[in-house]
């Protein structure tokens, strides 16, 4: 009997290109060809192609289901996209770190700060496991303030639908928040506490309120989250927030409990062209990973 040894027969196997992954990523992530090329510098037709000999040539498998111009993954698809994940972070951690055996450095970022205690934690300790070496600088600020600061390397912020810029993190409910002990009845208008007061999420909160005809006042304003959820946790007002931020000692109120439903919010990651380096691009692969989790 004729041995076959690992190697050979894995070499029996198409290989797929990571650069082919990084598209097919994109197109994941964007839901579309044409923006997808954007991120990775290729014309639509490029990328058209590259899925085309994917498909057909490497996996013979159906990926994309096409409805005119948006895109969707099959079921097909969607394991790849696991797989696709995977190899890019893998790849990306090999290279930097044999090439930058000793990486050192810094990076700032950015980053309201309600997001920090959700995403950040489980990121960071993968990353400073990785490289050890690399020096994180936080900043905590509302997403406005974040976008006119240039001295940032990363910056995560919310932005609306249809005024995306950056790369998606992920597509968020926007949900109204109370404490158990809330009692709306108590109250002649409804409290709110709010974390910026022309941020498109109040301003979101308030036409709601408004098109239903509820009485409210704006009780509590601070740019600090956890001062925002510790008025709410005490049961003296009502927020907004992201469904995946609501905590267990709070909860999500409906229709049933009279209020309205609220548009979704997009998370964004921004990368600051004049500071790219290895070490934030590869600190930007653990965020987009991380942030899908």
């Not at 994940?85 to 770190?97: A, G, M, P, Q």
């Not at 009845?185 to 999420?201: K, N, V």
């Not at 601070?222 to 000692?249: F, K």
């Not at 049933?256 to 990651?269: E, Q, T």
Request: proline share 5%.
């Amino acid at each position: 009997m004729q041995y076959i040894s690992e190697i050979d027969r894995l070499s029996s196997y198409p290989s797929i290109d990571t650069e082919v992954l990084r598209t097919f990523v994109a197109i994941a992530d964007q839901g579309g060809f044409t923006r997808a090329g954007e991120q990775v510098n290729r014309t639509q037709s490029a990328v058209s192609m590259q899925m085309k000999r994917l498909e057909e040539d490497v996996l013979q498998r159906k990926l994309f289901e096409r409805d005119g111009r948006q895109v969707r993954l099959t079921p097909e698809g969607q394991v790849l996209l696991g797989y696709a994940r995977r190899i890019l972070k893998l790849h990306s951690e090999v290279f930097n770190t044999l090439r930058e055996p000793h990486m050192v450095g810094l990076v700032r970022i950015g980053t309201p700060d309600d997001y920090v205690m959700r995403y950040l934690p489980g990121i960071l300790k993968r990353f400073s496991k990785a490289y050890p070496l690399i020096q994180i600088e936080m900043h905590c600020e509302s997403s406005p303030v974040l976008m006119q600061r240039r001295d940032l390397d990363l910056t995560v912020i919310s932005r609306e639908p249809g005024n995306e810029i950056g790369e998606l993190l992920r597509h968020e409910r926007m949900v109204w928040v109370a404490a158990p002990c809330f009692c709306m009845d108590e109250h002649s208008a409804l409290p709110l506490a709010i974390s910026g007061l022309d941020s498109f999420c109040t301003q979101w909160a308030r036409a709601a309120l408004d098109a239903q005809g509820q009485e409210y006042r704006l009780a509590y304003h601070s740019s600090n989250g956890a001062a925002i959820l510790a008025v709410v946790g005490a049961g003296l007002a009502v927020t907004i927030n992201m469904e995946s931020l609501v905590t267990e000692d709070l909860r999500i109120l409906g229709a049933a409990d009279g209020f309205p439903p609220l548009p979704s919010v997009n998370l964004r990651l921004l990368r600051n062209p004049r500071t790219t380096s290895p070490i934030t691009e590869c600190l930007a692969e653990y965020i987009l990973e991380g942030f899908k989790l």
